[in-house]
């Protein structure tokens, strides 16, 4: 199997003493579209924090593109692991949106006519090249976390990290969010999102690791969502779908609803009974 990623008996704490990861093993493929999910405090962003080595693994493990990561490999590790932050505005800093798509590739050392093909494509991805002249400031939030993502894209990462990325976003600034995301998957890149919606998890991703408490509580394809006792467990919901159809378990065969399409084809089957 090929994995973008491999976790073993990953622990870390903090400088106060909290262990927020505890003993964490997991292995997410390569190419695979990836849900972190786990109630607040649960240690998400802890783990997104050392797949870009923001975090130094204290204890345990981590394998990246098949390469463990020790103490030299910051830079290799950040070219090839990109991490949109939960909040634009620790992320974006330089006083136009154009600068700020550039100030990763000037670090790689691009520059000139590669450095603003590099820029003006990621601008081009997440469209947002008609602001490249703006201010950061003046931007929207979606449009700040656009730009934030364009900064990933512009450092050609094969494995982007997203931290909470539709919190404060709406509803079409998501979905052009995710449009984005799926497009970058075809393409061959592996997506990694944290987040405690279970909705959109079921709706999104092919992976879904449970965290809770520091450790992994379960991980594997996302209809172990449909689990009432795991996601009580794990102080998550079931999603909305399956929260309707679990009072009639005659109607989930062969398995659970989860997302509005399985739901719909369900109602068309017993509308055409009728
Ligand atoms: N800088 C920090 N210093 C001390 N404790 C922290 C720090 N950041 C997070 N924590 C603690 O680590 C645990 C995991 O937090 P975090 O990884 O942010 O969880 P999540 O992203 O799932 O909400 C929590 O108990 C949190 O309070
Ligand atoms: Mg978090």
Same mark, same amino acid.
């Given at each position: 199997?090929d994995?973008?990623i491999e &976790?073993?008996? %990953?622990?870390?704490?903090?400088k106060d003493?909290t262990?927020?990861?505890?003993n964490?093993?997991l @292995?997410?493929? /390569?190419?695979?579209k990836v849900a972190?999910?786990? #109630?607040?405090g649960?240690?998400?962003?802890t783990l997104?924090?050392?797949?870009?080595g923001i975090h130094?693994?204290?204890?345990g493990? +981590?394998?990246v593109?098949?390469?463990?990561?020790g103490?030299?490999?910051?830079?290799?590790l /950040?070219?090839?692991?990109?991490?949109v932050?939960?909040? #634009?505005?620790d992320?974006i800093f330089s006083?136009?949106v154009?600068?700020?798509v550039?100030?990763?590739?000037?670090?790689q050392?691009l520059?000139?006519?590669?450095?603003?093909n590099? &820029?003006n494509?990621?601008?081009r991805?997440?469209?947002?090249?008609p !602001? @490249?002249?703006k201010a950061? !400031?003046?931007?929207?939030y979606?449009q700040?976390?656009r730009v934030a993502?364009a900064?990933?894209l512009a450092?050609? #990462?094969?494995?982007i990290?997203?931290?909470?990325?539709v919190?404060f976003?709406d509803?079409?600034?998501?979905?052009?969010l995710?449009?984005?995301?799926d497009e970058?998957n $075809?393409?061959?890149k *592996?997506?990694?999102?944290? *987040?405690?919606d279970?909705?959109l998890?079921?709706r999104?991703?092919?992976? &879904?690791?449970? =965290?809770?408490n520091?450790q &992994? +509580?379960a991980?594997?394809e996302?209809?172990?969502?449909?689990? /009432?006792q795991l996601v009580?467990q794990?102080? %998550?919901? =079931?999603?909305?779908?399956?929260?309707?159809?679990?009072?009639? #378990?005659g %109607?989930?065969?062969?398995?659970?609803?989860t $997302?509005?399409?399985?739901?719909q084809?369900?109602i /068309?089957? %017993?509308c055409?009974?009728q």
């Amino acid at each position: 199997m090929d994995f973008a990623i491999e &976790v073993k008996e %990953l622990s870390f704490h903090y400088k106060d003493g909290t262990r927020a990861l505890q003993n964490i093993s997991l @292995s997410l493929e /390569r190419g695979a579209k990836v849900a972190i999910l786990g #109630p607040n405090g649960s240690g998400k962003s802890t783990l997104l924090l050392h797949l870009n080595g923001i975090h130094e693994v204290q204890q345990g493990e +981590l394998t990246v593109l098949a390469k463990r990561v020790g103490k030299n490999h910051e830079k290799w590790l /950040r070219s090839q692991v990109g991490l949109v932050f939960q909040d #634009p505005d620790d992320q974006i800093f330089s006083n136009t949106v154009w600068e700020d798509v550039a100030f990763g590739p000037i670090n790689q050392g691009l520059r000139g006519e590669d450095l603003n093909n590099r &820029v003006n494509q990621a601008l081009r991805q997440v469209k947002m090249e008609p !602001y @490249s002249h703006k201010a950061p !400031y003046h931007l929207s939030y979606g449009q700040k976390k656009r730009v934030a993502v364009a900064g990933v894209l512009a450092m050609q #990462p094969e494995i982007i990290v997203l931290d909470e990325p539709v919190a404060f976003l709406d509803p079409a600034a998501k979905h052009s969010l995710f449009q984005i995301l799926d497009e970058l998957n $075809t393409q061959g890149k *592996t997506i990694i999102a944290a *987040t405690h919606d279970v909705d959109l998890a079921v709706r999104w991703a092919n992976q &879904v690791i449970i =965290l809770h408490n520091g450790q &992994v +509580l379960a991980q594997g394809e996302p209809g172990l969502l449909t689990n /009432r006792q795991l996601v009580e467990q794990a102080d %998550l919901e =079931l999603p909305t779908v399956s929260q309707i159809f679990e009072p009639f #378990p005659g %109607l989930c065969q062969p398995a659970m609803p989860t $997302t509005l399409a399985e739901a719909q084809q369900i109602i /068309r089957k %017993l509308c055409s009974c009728q």
